[in-house]
């Protein structure tokens, strides 16, 4: 009888407890959205509500870029619920106030804003929670945006929080708190064209009453409820990191990251919807390209909050810089063009130029090398950098010209080409934070890119390999090892192409297309064999193919891992993957004609150009020295410039890839060629460079 007691006993604690499913039921999550909402806002005494919730949340930045430059609140709470980052226009304001049908509302236009294509997967957010057989609960405008249906649809609706009577009614909810937006908007309707329209008291006065709605919404929502507030949008012409919380039960004061990002940081507006659907357990679908938000390092509230304030500062100041400093990079580089052409044209004695030449071919590198240092912590932080840069790019001129290898006119340039391959290769296999927030790099603010290889430092890592492996393969010509000179620059060439397209490393999809015509020209050049049209054609061919290869590697990894590069094949495979390509496209195309950066284009080349086919009347005949001296410099140059001109073809940095391959490799040549003495021996084994390819 003992069994039966047992089993009596058992029976009735199962019934007594509800199943574990049952208790998964029962979660639910708030999503609140404050546009505009910055960490330089979040203080305990003007955002009393905000600061005690950041006390209980993990705690990031969130990069609200959808389409554009900038996020109005429509295109971030759009983006939210497409799962994609989608736009309806530049300088957008607040999405459109939904038509209430009975306990419920519907969004107008969204069956028109599904059909354009930058709205296309709008409604999946709220489709999905549909799916799994819930219900959707909306406050305010964006809100009901984020939560809409295929249909534009949304259960239950408020256009406030006092408003909305039961808050437990369903398990996904959104509150749209657009206080702190509103007066940006007041008179246009459209964010405004200054970086900040309102006065510091203003802007206090509208953080409160943002703040006072936070608190509303908090001690309304169910007990157990985890919270996901997001500054989910801009408020002027100069786009900011904004504000992440993550309260739930796990939380224990730490910084946000994403897998989307690989920063600790660091979340994208696109990673709020797989962070909502998560926190009630509903499946993510396919399309959403969006990674749920982790948990990293553990700070005390006001480290943190100190730590992400610096950040938002560290980006804009970097993003605000970029532009003046690629403007100065150009006007310099042309002043020294024609300088050089002064003095060389005059048969005066050009050391100098040399040298200058070594310093403006550094000046790329040092932006990244920069970073070693602490420049965010400092109380004039961009001066800091641009002394910086300057500092570092004269250091290594330095070495390049006092080493050893001074005594060869191409050790100079070598030792800045190997500098400039060690330091991109580094800052690859440690996570690019030399790239990160810098002049020549990328930055969360922009939120191009967050990680892996850019297209400008991807520029200098072709450069450096070739024009290093070229001259090292100078040496095996003149010993008779052509074929070691062969085998190294592929060698070395396959092996920076692959970190720079690996996933994970550097995750460069239109950099490996540029990358393997530049070695297969140059390691041919050094062959000495021609290179016809259908070869070249061949050999961009391969590039893809090499791409898509390590594309469907990444593809096959689990999502969660994945970079872009499988996500892009994920897209490929479901069809949806033109939006982007034509986004890409159009970037391409803008950026073709920088003002910024063609002076660099043309200068550059104009000048190697007629230093070749006019050397007594440009250069004295450095240049075509620099080739009779080191005939191979001569293939490393040309497998640069393959790679520069494809990579600005296939790259949507355009302009920027060809700019930054002739401001590093034409200086190199030309110190070589003003260093370079007349040869009185013929190389063995010497084959000419063919003068076509």
Same mark, same amino acid.
């Given at each position: ?26 979660? =639910? ?5 404050? $546009? ?131 808050? !437990? ?19 246009? %309707? ?51 990191? @904004? ?9 224990? %004061? ?5 897998? =989307?990002? @690989? ?41 943190? /909050? ?63 090398? *920069? ?18 840069? *300057?500092?570092?790019? =004269? ?16 050790? $100079? ?87 720079? %397209? ?41 590039? %893809? ?11 096959? @990894?689990?999502?969660? !891992?994945?970079?872009?590069?499988? @996500? ?93 391959? /002739? ?26 460079? $063919?003068?076509?390819?």
């Amino acid at each position: 009888m003992r069994w039966a007691y047992f089993l009596l006993v058992a029976s009735a604690l199962w019934w007594a407890a509800p199943p574990a499913h049952a208790a998964e039921e029962e979660a =639910s999550v708030a999503l609140i959205g404050v $546009p505009g909402l910055l960490w330089e806002d979040v203080d305990p005494q003007v955002t009393p509500n905000l600061w005690r919730l950041a006390g209980e949340s993990d705690l990031g930045s969130v990069s609200v870029k959808t389409v554009g430059t900038l996020a109005c609140p429509y295109d971030g709470w759009l983006s939210v619920s497409a799962g994609v980052r989608s736009a309806v226009g530049q300088r957008c304001g607040l999405p459109p106030e939904p038509e209430q049908t009975g306990a419920g509302a519907r969004v107008p236009g969204f069956e028109g804003l599904r059909a354009t294509r930058d709205g296309t997967y709008a409604g999946t957010l709220g489709a999905a929670v549909h799916a799994a057989g819930h219900c959707t609960t909306a406050v305010g405008a964006g809100a009901a945006l984020a939560l809409a249906d295929v249909d534009g649809k949304v259960d239950v609706y408020a256009p406030e929080p006092a408003a909305l009577a039961d808050w !437990s009614r369903c398990r996904v909810l959104a509150v749209d708190v657009d206080e702190l937006i509103r007066p940006y908007l007041a008179e246009t %309707g459209k964010l405004p064209t200054v970086p900040e329209a309102l006065t510091p008291e203003q802007r206090r006065a509208a953080v409160r009453a943002a703040d006072a709605e936070v608190g509303a919404a908090l001690a309304k929502l169910p007990a157990g409820a985890q919270v996901v507030l997001s500054g989910i949008g801009d408020h002027g012409s100069v786009p900011h990191l @904004r504000v992440a919380m993550w309260k739930r039960a796990e939380a224990s %004061g730490a910084l946000l990251g994403t897998a =989307s990002t @690989r920063r600790d940081d660091i979340v994208i507006v696109t990673d709020t919807t797989p962070t909502v659907l998560g926190a009630v357990g509903i499946p993510v679908p396919q399309t959403v390209i969006g990674l749920p938000w982790a948990a990293g390092e553990r700070l005390s509230l006001e480290d943190a /909050v100190a730590e992400l304030r610096r950040a938002d500062l560290m980006g804009t100041g970097i993003r605000n810089t970029t532009g003046l400093f690629f403007t100065g990079f150009a006007i310099v580089t042309v002043v020294f063009y024609a300088i050089a052409y002064y003095v060389l044209s005059r048969r005066k004695k050009a050391g100098a130029v040399g040298v200058v030449a070594l310093g403006l071919a550094a000046v790329p590198v040092s932006t990244y090398l *920069v970073n070693v240092f602490p420049w965010g912590h400092g109380p004039y932080p961009i001066a800091l950098v641009i002394a910086g840069v *300057v500092a570092i790019a =004269s250091a290594i001129t330095a070495v390049a010209v006092l080493g050893p290898w001074r005594r060869s006119p191409v050790g $100079p340039p070598a030792a800045v080409a190997a500098i400039i391959g060690l330091v991109m290769v580094t800052d690859l296999l440690t996570g690019t934070n030399l790239q990160f927030n810098s002049l020549m790099g990328y930055t969360a603010v922009v939120g191009g890119r967050y990680y892996g290889l850019a297209n400008i430092p991807f520029a200098l890592l072709a450069t450096s390999v070739l024009m290093t492996t070229a001259v090292v393969a100078d040496h095996l010509v003149r010993a008779g090892r052509r074929r070691a000179a062969v085998a190294l620059v592929s060698a070395l060439g396959v092996t920076a192409m692959l970190l720079a %397209g690996w996933p994970g490393i550097g995750s460069d999809f239109g950099g490996v297309i540029a990358f393997v015509p530049g070695i297969a020209v140059t390691a041919l050049l050094v062959a000495g064999k021609r290179v016809s049209v259908l070869k070249f054609v061949g050999f961009c061919v391969l590039g %893809g193919v090499t791409v898509s290869a390590l594309a469907v590697l990444d593809y096959m @990894r689990p999502a969660p !891992s994945q970079t872009h590069l499988g @996500r892009f094949v994920g897209m490929v495979l479901d069809g949806t993957f033109m939006p982007m390509i034509l986004r890409k496209l159009g970037a391409m195309l803008n950026t073709m004609l920088s003002p910024n950066l063609m002076p660099i284009v043309i200068t550059g080349l104009a000048f190697l150009i007629f230093a070749i086919l006019r050397p007594d009347k440009i250069s004295a005949g450095v240049v075509p020295l620099a080739f009779e001296r080191a005939p191979m410099l001569k293939a490393g140059l040309i497998g640069t410039l393959v790679s520069g001109v494809v990579g600005m073809l296939v790259n949507d940095s355009g302009t920027a890839v060809l700019s930054m391959v /002739v401001a590093v490799a034409v200086p190199l040549v030309l110190y070589a060629g003003i260093n370079s003495a007349p040869l009185e021996e013929p190389l063995p084994d010497e084959s000419p460079i $063919p003068a076509k390819i």
